[in-house]
């Protein structure tokens, strides 16, 4: 099992639609990262949150820190082709010395 | 923003053979770097830690003769895949931790190295 769940696994939606990807897990996090990755690239970082109830935007991407530092989400507003990708978030922690822990990842399709 | 430079892209590389992939940190100094491996349509696996000065620690199931890390610097980890085997063709991925100024701990990616064992 993955210490962090996303949700859903694969998401195919419409030019201009709203959608929304899940990170929750059991235990708390120092930080927690979302990653944006293309087929045969490296992934991009999105956001990093550190602060429980944090909230952070970037344009279109709405990125949301759970109170207690377990959960986070992505939301992106009017979807664009653009937006088409695997979407990663990573939580680190100190008692694993920091090292990444990576969800299963949401590959999201945005149709034109 | 801080850049992770991975090398080579794309190599392949013959049955038996040991193939090389570089790491560099090109606007920081890490003393930490991770090497991942990804297979189509998956996250990222983490395989190894890389430590400036020290020996790299592995992932249960990671065979630490078969995948030579060496951290000789602050900017560059080599991640050594020794007598590859087609089964070893794979994305390999590095990344690189940035502890500096307000960066809270982040870690940045390397554009990925593409494996073919032929």
């Known amino acids: 099992t993955q210490l962090l769940e996303q949700s859903p696994q694969f998401l195919s939606i419409q030019e201009g639609e709203n959608l929304t990807v899940y990170c929750n897990s059991s235990?708390?996090?120092?930080?927690l990262q979302w990653y944006r990755q293309e087929p045969g690239e490296g992934p991009v970082l999105l956001v990093t949150?550190?602060?429980?109830?944090e909230v952070k935007k970037l344009k279109r991407l709405t990125f949301q820190f759970g109170d207690a530092r377990k959960d986070s989400s992505l939301h992106i507003t009017a979807a664009q082709p653009g937006d088409t990708g695997l979407y990663l978030c990573a939580g680190a922690r100190r008692s694993n010395d920091y090292k990444l822990s990576f969800g299963a990842g949401t590959t999201v399709t945005v149709r034109a | 923003g801080a850049v992770v430079s991975q090398h080579p892209s794309r190599v392949i590389c013959k049955s038996g053979t040991s193939v090389k992939i570089e790491c560099r940190s090109l606007d920081f100094q890490a003393t930490t770097m991770f090497w991942y491996r990804q297979f189509p349509k998956k996250s990222l696996m983490l395989m190894a830690t890389?430590?400036?000065?020290?020996?790299?620690?592995?992932e249960q199931g990671v065979e630490k003769d078969k995948f030579l890390i060496n951290h000789a610097s602050l900017t560059l980890s080599t991640l050594t895949v020794t007598s590859a085997h087609p089964e070893d063709s794979s994305f390999y991925i590095c990344s690189a931790r940035d502890w500096g100024g307000a960066r809270e701990n982040t870690i940045y990616f390397g554009e990925g190295s593409w494996l073919t064992v032929v």
């Open positions: 949150v550190v602060t429980g109830g």
């Open positions: 890389s430590n400036e000065g020290s020996k790299a620690t592995y």
């Open positions: 235990s708390v996090f120092s930080s």
